[in-house]
């Protein structure tokens, strides 16, 4: 055989492998294809092309990996049971920034599934290798490392811890600085990856001067940057008083603010999560939002929005309520009582009603003033707590609310409703209210009389020497024996 023979013969062998290793990589791409290419063996196919001496070749059977890890967990763990990973972080240090990118993205689609994938990215010492490849020159290999970094970290304390320990949060830091958006993005993800688990954890990226480079992103152009800057930040703010306090400095308010009139849902969601997560640490917390309008921008998001959207800045307002008779009337002068009032009756979701009755409860369970802002919702409430349609964590917070709001209820014209088919353990609050105000209340003895309540009052069935029948008593001795037997 000639030279000749032996070089075409090896160009052909060098082009097979390029055709098989592109039309695995392509082929990974649609759904339908990748039970076959299991089952057919691709992965231990793909593995000894990562050492190929072609560098196409290389990168392109890991973009193959790494697509089929994406695609599900099964998948993910047939790669680290074929021994991928080492192979990986060996070249991660050696190669090209093409094959770095395309080994990140095998690591993150591995990391992403489980804290069990994201365990073997650790225990195969793939950290050390990502968090080199955070200070390459290319910001595209940056960017993968960081994805993959903060895949691993989403999972677990323990697993955020080790992402840590390998050095990741000042260079992450350093990241969110570049200029390139993409690179910001998926920095400022993978720092608020980090930070969700644990105070002492988003104590380490505070330390590494994060916030006030987040800080100064919040009115960045860029809608998904913006979300993410958001979500870091609430992260951070929601351990302790003094984290949120380190954000709050961090000179905030007014500016995320306007962050409640993005066109952007996500933008809208992480800023009221953002501002719950610091309102509801302590009453001065709560006034420091007040008094910067954040009530009345939150209660204006909340009728800009719908669904799930809501939901943080429903919890943001109860929080703020609950504080103290002040702050609760802030967001009764705030015009947030409506807007609850709608979420209550309108949304379609029970967990988001849940939250509109747990933060109308949190406004009406301080003073009369207070209850009387909320009463026009008892008969929503109420009805949503009889449904059998509701859930058991919807009838749960209405019950509260209810039980909150009644013992503060002087207008008695709003409970007359519960005496028409409200169970025992609600009908005995209301009952024991009537029979606190009526004594000392001349006007509304007269209206109870003509509504017809004192009528209903005698239909009630109770047991003899019952709490239900002492207030039923203490109610007739408010009138004359005749005007009882003619009611």
Request: proline share 5%; aromatic share 4%; charged share 20%.
């Amino acid at each position: 055989m000639s030279q000749r023979q032996v070089l075409q013969g090896l160009e052909e062998y060098r082009k097979a492998r390029l055709q098989f290793v592109q039309r695995v990589a392509e082929q990974a791409t649609r759904p339908q294809n990748l039970e076959t290419l299991q089952s057919a063996g691709v992965i231990s196919l793909l593995r000894p092309l990562l050492l190929d001496v072609v560098p196409t070749i290389q990168q392109t059977a890991a973009l193959a990996l790494g697509r089929l890890a994406n695609y599900s967990d099964d998948l993910a763990e047939a790669v680290v049971k074929g021994d991928i990973l080492p192979q990986l972080v060996y070249s991660l240090a050696e190669q090209n920034r093409f094959y770095k990118k395309a080994a990140a993205f095998v690591l993150r689609a591995v990391g992403k599934h489980s804290p069990q994938r994201a365990q073997a990215i650790v225990d195969c010492g793939a950290l050390d290798a990502l968090v080199i490849c955070l200070e390459d020159f290319d910001p595209g290999v940056k960017e993968a490392a960081a994805w993959a970094l903060g895949c691993t970290s989403r999972h677990n304390a323990e697993l955020s811890q080790a992402v840590v320990d390998a050095g990741a949060v000042p260079l992450l830091v350093l990241c969110i600085q570049e200029p390139e958006i993409a690179l910001k993005r998926i920095a400022a993800l993978a720092l608020s990856d980090i930070s969700k688990h644990s105070p002492e954890l988003a104590q380490t990226v505070v330390d590494a001067g994060a916030i006030a480079h987040l800080a100064q992103m919040i009115l960045n152009p860029d809608a998904k940057l913006k979300h993410q800057v958001l979500s870091a930040l609430g992260q951070i703010a929601k351990h302790s008083v003094d984290l949120a306090e380190m954000v709050v400095e961090a000179e905030i308010f007014p500016v995320v603010l306007t962050c409640l009139k993005d066109k952007d849902e996500y933008v809208k969601k992480s800023a009221c999560t953002l501002i719950r997560e610091i309102a509801k640490h302590t009453p001065e917390l709560s006034q420091l939002v007040v008094n910067a309008g954040g009530v009345a921008s939150v209660t204006d998001c909340i009728g800009s929005c719908r669904g799930n959207t809501r939901l943080p800045g429903i919890m943001m307002l109860g929080y703020v309520a609950a504080h103290s008779e002040n702050l609760a009337m802030a967001v009764i002068i705030s015009k947030g009582v409506p807007q609850l009032s709608v979420c209550l009756s309108e949304e379609p979701e029970d967990h988001v009603k849940a939250a509109a009755a747990w933060a109308l409860g949190q406004i009406g369970r301080h003073t009369s003033e207070h209850a009387r802002a909320v009463t026009h919702t008892l008969p929503v409430l109420l009805s949503l707590y009889m449904s059998t349609e509701s859930s058991e964590d919807l009838q749960m917070k209405c019950k509260k609310a209810i039980k909150g709001i009644l013992p503060k209820c002087t207008y008695l014209p709003a409970l007359e409703p519960f005496l028409y088919g409200a169970p025992p353990n609600i009908l005995k609050h209301v009952l024991g209210q009537f029979s606190k105000v009526l004594p000392h209340d001349s006007k509304a003895r007269r209206l109870f009389v003509t509504s017809g309540g004192l009528k209903k009052v005698q239909e009630i069935q109770a047991d003899p020497g019952s709490l239900l029948q002492e207030y039923i008593n203490s109610i007739n001795n408010c009138y004359p024996e005749e005007v009882v037997r003619n009611a």
